[in-house]
């Protein structure tokens, strides 16, 4: 398999060309590997009637570059269900401990044990949930440099590889439905990925991918980071001199680039210095409503915001993940194993990843998956300061501009049992943007009703509840 650098600089069609040619490799695995990932039980675990399935996936066979994946199948009938797969973005941070146990999976940690989420997204579809790139959570790989210099173009074909050689562990899901769903830096994991899947499917048609859905996305740094000033703002959070100094001085983009460029202006260090002091380290920038759990210190977007400290979302549930997630009885439940690292974390610590790729824009990508026929949905928990709705609704209205696209939803509420869940516009049924009511960068974590309600519609392809 091509090294890790060779990806980097290869074309997407000659990538392609040597992915297909994997293919006799790959389908030497049989179903019967997945008997071998089922869980019995975590501990812990409340009895459920869904089956479970963990372990790995190797997707590069010389530097055993292995990918760890958690699979929940559809509480009723899951035959009849889709397939989803859900990334967490960082760029670094974990799907299972982020995504499954603090979001949107059957269960959260509770102490010692488990309790059942009751707006799991396993009641509508079979999801599967994937720790990418190497390096992160699980993830491992026998060969160190296999964490250094990963970028988007790596990632992109270690996941193509990784569903590929899943669905032959697990054939009876090849031709179902399938949906690629994320948040934060999965805005550029997840159009890479379709984009891979569009260009394999034009040799082999392999995926039957059904639609793509991004929570408070990366989409365009520079739109993205820069509403961050008038988010801060109109909540309260700067003064106003300082929100002048914020639009006019140094915005956020440029003191990102000089940041991971490795030369902060003095410019920009007073304005971030005034910004952190003004906002507060006691305030959730993920969720500016939500109380912050003193003792946690990660952050599953930690990338995102360079010098700064950043609380959860998650108030305290994050130490529980951790906590269980570092038991041996739970690893050995798991069938998951510790290589290169001490410590399962919530945010890989070996992982070097060329965060420049951040820079580069992934709104383009999602205007050719809706030429290619593959409907979008983009929501925003509105609560985020950190990849604002105002960034992503502006995106999102400029490329239905660009491309054509006629308002067929105009802008309105929508509703989640009696209570307002946010608000929707969508364009030619394609393109779609809600946001969620009182909701957090994890918008599932801190609003699940709401997200449910979303997640339903999105997978049946029709509006959201205009009423109650």
Not at 75 to 94: A, F, H, Q, R, T
Not at 362 to 367: D, E, L, P, R, W
């Amino acid at each position: 398999m091509p090294s890790s650098s060779q990806w980097k600089t290869m074309t997407l069609p000659l990538a392609i060309v040597l992915f297909e040619g994997l293919i006799l490799v790959m389908e030497v695995e049989s179903s019967l590997l997945s008997a071998m990932d089922r869980i019995n039980q975590l501990p812990g675990q409340p009895q459920v009637s869904f089956e479970q399935y963990s372990g790995y996936v190797t997707v590069d066979d010389k530097k055993q570059r292995a990918l760890f994946y958690y699979f929940v199948e559809a509480e009723i009938d899951p035959p009849s269900k889709p397939l989803v797969l859900w990334l967490n973005g960082g760029p670094g941070c974990s799907s299972l401990g982020v995504g499954a146990f603090s979001e949107n999976g059957p269960f959260r940690p509770s102490g010692k044990v488990l309790v059942r989420n009751g707006y799991s997204w396993n009641r509508e579809a079979n999801i599967l949930y994937l720790e990418t790139p190497i390096g992160v959570g699980f993830s491992y790989s026998t060969d160190s440099s296999s964490y250094v210099a990963v970028n988007d173009k790596i990632t992109g074909m270690d996941n193509l590889v990784f569903l590929h050689r899943w669905f032959a562990k697990f054939p009876q899901y090849r031709n179902r439905s399938l949906f690629i769903t994320g948040e934060s830096y999965a805005g550029h994991y997840v159009p890479q990925l379709a984009e891979l899947i569009i260009q394999f499917n034009k040799k082999d048609k392999l995926f039957n991918l059904k639609g793509i859905a991004l929570g408070n996305p990366v989409l365009e740094f520079a739109t993205d980071f820069n509403s961050r000033a008038e988010f801060f703002w109109s909540h309260g959070l700067i003064s106003d001199s300082t929100y002048k100094l914020f639009t006019s001085t140094c915005n956020y983009s440029r003191y990102v680039s000089e940041y991971y460029r490795g030369s902060v202006s003095p410019t920009c260090s007073r304005v971030m210095s005034l910004i952190r002091i003004e906002t507060s380290r006691y305030v959730d920038k993920y969720d500016v409503t939500l109380d912050v759990c003193i003792s946690s210190v990660l952050s599953q977007s930690k990338v995102l915001t360079p010098q700064q400290v950043a609380e959860t979302v998650d108030v305290c549930v994050e130490d529980e993940t951790v906590s269980y997630l570092n038991r041996r009885d739970v690893q050995n439940a798991l069938h998951a194993r510790l290589i290169g690292v001490k410590r399962w974390l919530v945010c890989s610590n070996i992982l070097d990843y060329e965060l420049l790729d951040l820079e580069i824009p992934t709104i383009s990508i999602v205007g050719k998956l809706i030429k290619s026929g593959i409907p979008v949905l983009v929501y925003s928990g509105d609560q985020d300061s950190v990849i604002p709705l105002i960034g992503s609704r502006t995106l999102v209205h400029g490329l239905a501009e660009e491309i054509g696209l006629k308002t067929t939803v105009p802008y309105r509420v929508w509703f989640a049992g009696m209570q307002v869940g946010g608000w929707t516009q969508v364009n030619d049924d394609v393109l779609s943007f809600a946001t969620i009511r009182g909701a957090s960068h994890e918008a599932p974590f801190s609003q699940p009703e709401r997200s449910l309600v979303l997640f339903k519609a999105f997978l049946e392809g029709r509006p959201l509840p205009e009423a109650f």
